[in-house]
């Protein structure tokens, strides 16, 4: 199959999987494939691949990240591909990295510097970028950071109030999402008339979820903080967590950090308090008192969170759904706006049954003093959009 195609290729590369996508290098909002790769790293690889995907032949069981995202290069130039630059999510870009950029050999090290901050995301991000740079050293490549939309956060809202020497030693909050919540805020700057309302509160529900007050665009505070384990109840994570509950698990039950670790983050949340799952479209079908509880737990958290965030910027004008779940959950919006009468949410119930697009759906009644809206994230796009700027410019 020869596509002669010009791409960007975009790279999204989590713990156990790669997502990819290839974007028109001439119109970086137009998607060409994408597909996935997942159980990376535990001798089980597994391959969703479209059927128009070109024949990429087999991959190996054990591959780990660089093995992958080889074989996907491979694949891709004899599908006859034509590749001119590539956009890697990165999870962590400290408080140096505050911007998407070029990638070098300064931007790559600080990548590598900061992976104690982000232990199961950097690495693997960084594994990425060097299997590119080892096939194709010439290849323009680009970082986009999950934390850089909430560079923005006054000081006070970063900090934790622990002795300085942490803080001055870059432990902050610093927040995490932020490309999906540039996408949510870009969109709903085409999409409203009027633009982006000056107060607004973004709530990204996927398997991980936080919340972002935005003033005028810009993040303000976020429910997550130095790492994405805290705020939201996600779907095996806790979110906000008692510091005294860590030194209990320590001190009284004898429990090391990779136990505690393995709990944080893959056995709480939705799946440790319902016992049957994290994932929200199970518990919604589940008819079990558990599902039903762990849905009212998410709800709650998210109805207080709100609360915290409406403080932090002095009211609110609107609030916006994204996210697997804020896209496409009639019922979790349903249960959040009864939440938010409060603060004006009055729910119109026809528009709450219809399903995000990419323009912003408004989901309350028009005379409601809350407005608010769901509508499509777009992560990747902002990606190929960051790398066509960042690369393919001049
Ligand atoms: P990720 O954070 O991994 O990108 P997503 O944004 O795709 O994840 O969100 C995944 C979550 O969205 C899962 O909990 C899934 O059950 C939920 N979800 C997807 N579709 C629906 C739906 N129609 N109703 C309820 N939940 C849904």
């Known amino acids: 199959m020869a596509h002669e195609a010009l791409v960007l290729l975009v790279i999204n590369a989590g713990s156990s999987s790669v997502k990819f996508a290839l974007h028109d290098s001439a119109h970086p909002g137009t998607v060409i494939l994408r597909g996935q790769l997942a159980g990376i790293g535990t001798g089980a690889v597994r391959t969703d691949l479209p059927a128009e995907a ?61 992976i104690p901050l982000a232990r199961s995301h950097n690495p693997h991000n960084l594994a990425a970028i060097r299997a590119v740079g080892k096939r194709w050293p010439a290849l323009p490549q680009v970082a986009c950071f999950d934390t850089a939309f909430h560079a923005t956060q006054p000081e006070l809202a970063t900090l934790l109030a622990v002795p300085r020497r942490f803080y001055d030693a870059g432990v ?115 008819d079990d008192a558990r599902a039903r509880f762990a849905i009212d737990a998410f709800c709650y958290r998210i109805v207080r969170e709100t609360g915290s965030l409406a403080a932090a910027l002095g009211g609110i004008d609107a609030f916006v759904f994204t996210g697997g779940i804020g896209e496409n959950s009639a019922m979790i919006r349903a249960r959040v706006m009864e939440g938010l009468a409060w603060l004006g949410a009055e729910p119109d119930p026809r528009a709450n049954g219809l399903k995000a697009g990419d323009s912003p759906l408004r989901i309350t009644t028009a005379d409601s003093r809350l407005s608010v809206y769901a509508i499509r994230t777009d992560e990747e796009g902002i990606i190929a959009a960051e790398t066509a700027r960042l690369a393919l410019a001049g």
Not at 258 to 264: F, K, N, V, W
Request: proline fraction near 3%.
């Open 172 to 286: 902050r909050r610093y927040g995490f999402h932020g490309l999906s919540y540039q996408s949510v805020v870009a969109r709903l700057g085409r999409g409203l008339e009027g633009g982006l309302p000056e107060r607004t509160v973004i709530a990204h529900l996927g398997n991980g979820a936080s919340l972002c007050a935005l003033a005028d665009g810009k993040s303000v505070a976020t429910t997550m903080g130095f790492t994405p384990l805290d705020g939201l109840i996600m779907g095996t994570r806790p979110g906000l967590t008692d510091a005294g509950f860590i030194l209990y698990l320590l001190e009284e039950c004898g429990m090391n950090a990779g136990e505690i670790s393995d709990m944080l983050q893959r056995e709480s949340g939705l799946l440790g308090l319902s016992g049957i799952s994290g994932d929200m479209r199970v518990l919604e079908e589940c």
């Open 54 to 114: 070109p024949d990429f032949g087999p991959l190996r069981e054990d591959a780990d990240h660089a093995d992958a995202i080889d074989w996907l290069l491979e694949g891709l130039a004899a599908g006859g591909f034509s590749i001119v630059a590539v956009g890697h999510r990165v999870v962590h870009g400290g408080t140096r990295l505050s911007a998407a950029c070029r990638i070098d050999r300064t931007v790559e090290a600080e990548i590598e510097r900061l």
